[in-house]
């Protein structure tokens, strides 16, 4: 079983960037791919991005593309979010996620692909 606990979410102006962390422990962190999905209240929950086990694939949904960046340190268990350009709608509670399968290749889009989720951190755009 995978603990997950993001930080670095906040009030920040449109326009402007926060960086979101979350830190993994309780199993081998770098045999997981990792994601960051977002919920806002009477939506479901959707997927922001996802990086594979070992960094070489990374999946964005087109509303985030060219604005922000998944990454990941094995080192420290930790998977980052930098969010750029930030812009109202991206206002939700921000969920990071962890596959339940080791070392799996395939592609990421949906929280079906994760088995293991932070508490969330909420990010709040003003315009």
């Known amino acids: 079983q995978v603990q997950l606990v993001e930080s670095g979410g906040g009030l920040v102006q449109a326009g402007g960037s926060l960086r979101l962390s979350c830190a993994a422990s309780?199993?081998?962190?770098?045999?997981?791919?990792m994601g960051w999905f977002r919920q806002v209240p009477g939506k479901e929950r959707e997927f922001v991005a996802a990086?594979?086990?070992?960094?070489?694939?990374?999946y964005y949904t087109d509303s985030v593309k060219d604005r922000f960046t998944i990454s990941r340190d094995n080192a420290k268990n930790t998977v980052y979010l930098q969010m750029n350009s930030l812009k109202p709608e991206d206002t939700a509670v921000y969920y990071c996620?962890?596959?339940?399968?080791?070392?799996?290749?395939?592609?990421?889009?949906?929280?079906?692909?994760?088995?293991?989720w932070g508490q969330g951190t909420q990010v709040t755009v003003s315009s």
């Open positions: 996620a962890a596959d339940r399968r080791p070392l799996y290749s395939g592609s990421y889009s949906t929280d079906a692909d994760f088995g293991s």
């Open positions: 309780g199993r081998t962190f770098s045999r997981y791919a």
């Open positions: 990086i594979g086990w070992n960094s070489r694939n990374t």
